[in-house]
């Protein structure tokens, strides 16, 4: 019941845009989005929940299908700072008081 | 306002002992976490509780044990430590699973 993120692994530039993605094969109650740079701990992102409610994150948007169980994180014209690992965790509508996570997105943005 | 807190932030045991990780919330949460992430690895969970008294086993729960006697605590015990435990401890509480998680700073655990 792991979502599954891919790419698994992204190379940018500084400005390009990149697009991640998380999906999972149970239901959906939410879906959490966190970065994670190395020797830290993750740092929240956005949560999209069911019915389409958002909360997150000025410069880094994400869409929601909850009839496919998909999200994507749109990271657009990226700065250096965007570097790290990005981990999408979904909550399951079966059980709606833990998070499984993926296994992470690796992006690495040079200038 | 700590936020969440961890200690110790590094550990080294030797096979076989005991030891239990302490972690502390400020923000009155009821849910709290402990993962666990390996190198490389994305993060898994242990235990979790939504409130004192109530504990629950997450994915990988053997060989560790935990408690929630009040709202503020919620510590992680490992029994008979193993290399396999060998990992990256981290401690996380929100105020609903509508809510984003606050982690604490980690536990970084080597077993030899």
């Known amino acids: 019941q792991q979502p599954v993120q891919s790419p698994q692994a992204v190379i940018l530039r500084e400005g390009e845009d990149a697009v991640i993605n998380c999906s999972s094969s149970?239901?959906?109650?939410?879906v959490h989005w966190y970065r994670q740079k190395h020797g830290e701990a993750p740092v929240f992102l956005m949560i999209?929940?069911?019915g389409g409610e958002q909360k997150g994150h000025d410069k880094i948007s994400a869409s929601f299908n909850e009839k496919k169980q998909q999200s994507s994180l749109y990271l657009t014209a990226s700065q250096l700072s965007y570097s790290g690992t990005y981990f999408c965790g979904t909550v399951n509508a079966g059980n709606n008081r833990k998070l499984i996570w993926g296994l992470g997105t690796s992006l690495a943005v040079n200038p | 306002n700590a936020g969440v807190t961890q200690t110790p932030k590094f550990r080294i045991l030797k096979i076989g002992q005991s030891m239990t990780l302490q972690c502390t919330q400020d923000?009155?949460?009821?849910?709290m976490y402990w993962y666990r992430q390996d190198p490389g690895m994305g993060l898994k969970l242990i235990y979790y509780?939504?409130?004192?008294?109530?504990?629950d086993k997450g994915e990988v729960p053997n060989g560790y044990n935990v408690s929630r006697s009040t709202t503020e605590d919620f510590p992680l015990r490992l029994e008979l430590a193993a290399p396999s435990q060998t990992s990256v401890y981290f401690c996380?509480?929100?105020?609903?699973?509508?809510?984003?998680?606050?982690f604490g700073p980690g536990t970084r655990l080597t077993v030899l």
């Open positions: 999209l929940l069911k």
């Open positions: 923000m009155n949460h009821n849910y």
């Open positions: 149970k239901a959906l109650y939410s």
């Open positions: 996380a509480s929100t105020g609903t699973s509508r809510d984003e998680q606050f």
């Open positions: 509780s939504v409130g004192a008294g109530i504990t």
